[in-house]
C-alpha cells in the first residue's frame, strides 16, 4: 500500500447535504494524487443523518480511509476543537502524514490538478507553512479566500464599512510563477476553506486556540502564530476550487456577530497589547450610532429588530470585551 501522507480535515455539524457533495468532489482528486490520502470528518453531533453518510462514504471508497469522530468530551464542538481533534486522530493513525487539507462542507474541488499543485508548490518552497486557493462561487465569480493580518482601524469601522473600504483586505503585489506556470502570491492570512498546510507547522504552534478562538478568527490566529514562527503563507491563482454554501446556513450563524466582536477583541489584545481596551468607548460609540440608525427600520423589518437586539447586545458587553 502506498504511504498516506495527507490527512483531509472537515467539519460537519447538520450539513448531510453539502456534505453529500463536498465529499464526492474530493474522491476523484485523492486517488489522482501521487501518494495516499485520508479523510478525517469531525462530526459535532448532527442529527440530520451526516454520521451515516460518513460511514456509508468509508465503505464505498475502502482505498481512501474515511474517519468519523465526535467531539470528546462530548460538551466540546467548536470548529476550533474539531481541527485540532481530526488532525491528532490523523496523526495517531497515521504518523506518515505531512500535510493537512482542511475542507469544509461548503467546498467542492472541481479542478483535481488544484491539489496536486498546491502539494507540488510547498515542496518546492520550505518556507511556507501552507497555501490557499483564489476560490470561486458555484457560478464562478471570486470568491474571499484570505485577509491582511488585521488592524484596530477595521475593528473601530466595523465589519461593514470596512468591507466597503477595503481596511483588511490583502493586496498581493509579489506574484511568482511555479514551474507548470501557475500564478501564486504570500498572503498573510489564508481561510480554512479549503486550505493545505504542513502537519510540521500545524504541531509546531500548536495547533489552534480552542479557548480564546473556538469559532470565530480561530483561522487567523492560526496564521498569525505560523507566521512568527517564521514561515508564510501563499495562494495559488487556480479555477476549480469553490467555497461557497449554496445559501445554506451554518448552526453557529446566529452568534456570528457577537462572536466576531469577542474574538477580535481578544486576537488585537494578543497580538498588539493590552493597549487595545482603549478602543472600548469607540467601539460603544459605534453601536450606539447603528443602533440609532436601526431602531426606525425596526419597526417594518423582522431582520432590521434582530439587528436592533444584536447592537444592544453589543452595547452591554462591550465594555466587557465582549464577554
Avoid at 490566529?221 to 461557497?244: E, Q, T
Wanted: hydrophobic share 45%; net charge neutral; with cysteine.
Amino acid at each position: 500500500m502506498r504511504e498516506i501522507q495527507l490527512a483531509v480535515i472537515t467539519n460537519s455539524f447538520n450539513r448531510r447535504d453539502l456534505l453529500g457533495q463536498a465529499l464526492p468532489s474530493l474522491l476523484e482528486a485523492l486517488r489522482d494524487m501521487p501518494f495516499a490520502s485520508c479523510i478525517v470528518v469531525f462530526d459535532a453531533g448532527s442529527k440530520d443523518g451526516s454520521q451515516d453518510y460518513v460511514r456509508e462514504m468509508a465503505a464505498k471508497n475502502p482505498d481512501v480511509p474515511v474517519h468519523l469522530i465526535e467531539p470528546d468530551p462530548p460538551a466540546a464542538g467548536s470548529f476550533a476543537d474539531g481541527c485540532n481533534q481530526a488532525v491528532a486522530h490523523a496523526l495517531r493513525q497515521h504518523p506518515s502524514v505531512k500535510w493537512c487539507f482542511f475542507y469544509e462542507t461548503d467546498n467542492l474541488l472541481p479542478n483535481h490538478e488544484a491539489l496536486r499543485e498546491a502539494v507540488r508548490l510547498l515542496e518546492d518552497n520550505p518556507s511556507l507553512a501552507g497555501t490557499g486557493f483564489t476560490v470561486e462561487k458555484r457560478d464562478g465569480a471570486k470568491a474571499g479566500f484570505g485577509c491582511a493580518l488585521p488592524g484596530v482601524a477595521g475593528f473601530l469601522a466595523g465589519q461593514q464599512l470596512s468591507a466597503r473600504l477595503h481596511l483588511d483586505d490583502m493586496v498581493l503585489r509579489d506574484w511568482q510563477t511555479t514551474p507548470r506556470g501557475v500564478r501564486w502570491a504570500h498572503c498573510d492570512v489564508v481561510y480554512t476553506s479549503p486550505l493545505l498546510i504542513r502537519a510540521e507547522a500545524w504541531t509546531r504552534v500548536g495547533g489552534m486556540d480552542v479557548k480564546l478562538f473556538p469559532f470565530t478568527d480561530s483561522d487567523v490566529d492560526l496564521c498569525w502564530k505560523v507566521r512568527n514562527a517564521g514561515w508564510r503563507f501563499a495562494i495559488l491563482d487556480m479555477p476549480g476550487v469553490v467555497h461557497d454554501n449554496d445559501s445554506t446556513p451554518s448552526a453557529w450563524s446566529s452568534r456570528r456577530v457577537l462572536w466576531y466582536h469577542q474574538s477580535r477583541m481578544r486576537l488585537l489584545r494578543k497580538y498588539h497589547g493590552a493597549g487595545v481596551e482603549l478602543l472600548k468607548p469607540l467601539l460603544f460609540a459605534r453601536h450606539l450610532v447603528e443602533w440609532l440608525l436601526l431602531a426606525p427600520r425596526a419597526l417594518f423589518s423582522a431582520r432590521a429588530r434582530q439587528s436592533l437586539h444584536t447592537r444592544a447586545m453589543l452595547l452591554g458587553r462591550v465594555f466587557h470585551g465582549y464577554e
